[in-house]
């Protein structure tokens, strides 16, 4: 076999594996799929509504109404998380909406890319505010509802520049910021 036919037969059989792989890859359903922009690229979260329909129509319903627009990230933790969607940057801060009930699912764990919602110690207090795993943490698992999962751009979640346990940022050094929420049904480009 030549070289030429060698190396033709390859990529043809490349290609064959390239698409029967992307046809096996679950399309994404736009209305639950979120863009997150933030000032290296854009983060893809594919949405959990089987896990967590409040929580989720909750999210898209503020992100509809750019409430997490130029929103920080008051607390980053290196090994740990990154949390946003207070608008004050307090991490007091919420919605104008009504607090969420918890729905805690012993189907999903906090992995690496998992998106939950933020809480006071009551379990029924999210609102607005969310975050987003750096790594596995076990210990939240059945303890905070689980809305969403990164699939793509988590290396620019990486790249949110990190704080204290407390609070992420100074004067002198401003934490980072959500560019904009958007749900990708929503998004002409």
């Known amino acids: 076999m030549t070289t030429t036919l060698r190396r033709a037969l390859m990529g043809a059989v490349f290609l064959m594996t390239a698409t029967a792989a992307d046809a096996q890859a679950p399309a994404r359903d736009p209305e639950n799929t979120l863009f997150l922009d933030l000032r290296g690229g854009r983060v893809v979260i594919q949405l959990r509504p089987d896990l967590a329909p409040k929580h989720v129509e909750q999210v898209k319903a503020l992100a509809r109404r750019g409430f997490y627009d ?6 980053v933790i290196e090994g740990f998380m990154a949390q946003g969607g207070d608008p004050t940057g307090t991490g007091t801060g919420k919605s104008d909406l009504p607090n969420i009930q918890a729905e805690f699912s012993n189907r999903a764990r906090f992995l690496r890319g998992t998106v939950g919602a933020a809480r006071s110690q009551d379990p029924n207090s999210a609102n607005s505010q969310f975050f987003i795993m750096f790594a596995p943490a076990p210990f939240l698992d059945n303890q905070y509802t689980i809305w969403g999962q990164v699939v793509q751009g988590m290396e620019h979640v990486d790249a949110i520049k990190r704080g204290d346990a407390n609070r ?4 002198a050094n401003p934490p980072d910021r959500i560019v ?3 749900v990708a049904a929503d998004v002409r480009e």
């Open 70 to 75: 130029n929103t920080p990230f008051h607390r």
């Open 180 to 182: 904009r929420l958007r």
């Open 168 to 171: 992420n940022g100074t004067v």
